[in-house]
């Protein structure tokens, strides 16, 4: 891809980091060829000595490797307006086979195959949609940004979510925004059924407006129960005075009747 080609050669830096680059993976894969059945894998980063290079020096190579793409990648990605992040959208094996120079179409796959297991795994890009064989559809946090090196490159398991200060500010809003809520929950929810957050800010939210919808809702329910209660223990005072009146005038009732039973007795003698 010519624009990989032009922003290295207009940028001193970039250029001169290309041919340091170059030189390193030049010789890291010099002593790599032929020991292995398939070119893909002289690229492999992992924490083994390789040749004359140690452990350290792999591991080092590829996250140089990574760094480097990433901010040509962010000089290439599209800029997305109120956010810290910017989107691109492109083929990783074109901008390695521009900017570097490979052995051959099989190893250009296996280098790019490691950048962008290195690229996800230290939380630099995160994709967007369905992947993607082949092709890069991600955001880009920016290269200014402090990222973890990065010890296997293997794309593996769920992407490390980093969020910015946009995204911890959206959170906040939403946590505010589901404590806030009045809107009255009628449906009440046993808190042991709701499922535990995942490690990202996505699936915490959920659980927070979840469990806050619970609460409000067991809330609302005691509320509910608790005015049923003074409801029924009114009526139930008014019936026990009712039953006391009830029970005087039976009472009185009965003597009326032994009153007037007698009187006609002795009226009748």
Not at 23 to 28: A, C, I, M
Not at 87 to 92: C, H, R
Not at 155 to 169: I, L, M, Q, V, Y
Request: proline share 6%.
């Amino acid at each position: 891809m010519t624009q990989f080609r032009d922003l290295v050669m207009a940028n001193e830096n970039f250029r001169r980091e290309a041919k340091e680059l170059n030189d390193r993976l030049d010789t890291f894969a010099t002593e790599r060829i032929g020991k292995y059945q398939a070119e893909s894998s002289i690229y492999r980063f992992s924490n083994k000595p390789s040749g004359s290079f140690t452990a350290d020096d792999v591991i080092d190579l590829g996250n140089d490797t990574i760094e480097y793409v990433h901010r040509l990648m962010w000089e290439a990605a599209k800029p997305v307006p109120n956010h810290e992040y910017r989107k691109y959208d492109g083929d990783l094996s074109s901008l390695t086979s521009t900017v570097f120079d490979l052995y051959s179409n099989e190893a250009t796959y296996g280098l790019s195959k490691a950048v962008s297991g290195g690229l996800h795994r230290s939380g630099r890009i995160k994709t967007i949609g369905k992947p993607t064989r082949g092709a890069l559809h991600v955001r880009l946090r920016p290269p200014t940004e402090s990222f973890p090196r990065v010890t296997s490159f293997n794309r593996t398991g769920k992407e490390p979510f980093k969020p910015s200060n946009r995204d911890e500010a959206d959170i906040r809003r939403q946590q505010a925004k589901a404590r806030d809520n009045a809107k009255p929950v009628t449906t009440a929810v046993d808190p042991t059924i709701i499922p535990l957050p995942e490690p990202n800010p996505d699936s915490v939210m959920e659980y927070v407006v979840r469990i806050t919808a619970c609460n409000k809702a067991l809330i609302h329910k005691a509320k509910k129960v608790e005015e049923e209660y003074n409801i029924l223990n009114e009526l139930a005072v008014k019936l026990q005075e009712q039953v006391r009146e009830l029970e005087a005038q039976n009472e009185k009732s009965a003597w009326t009747k032994v009153v007037d039973k007698i009187a006609t007795m002795r009226e009748e003698s």
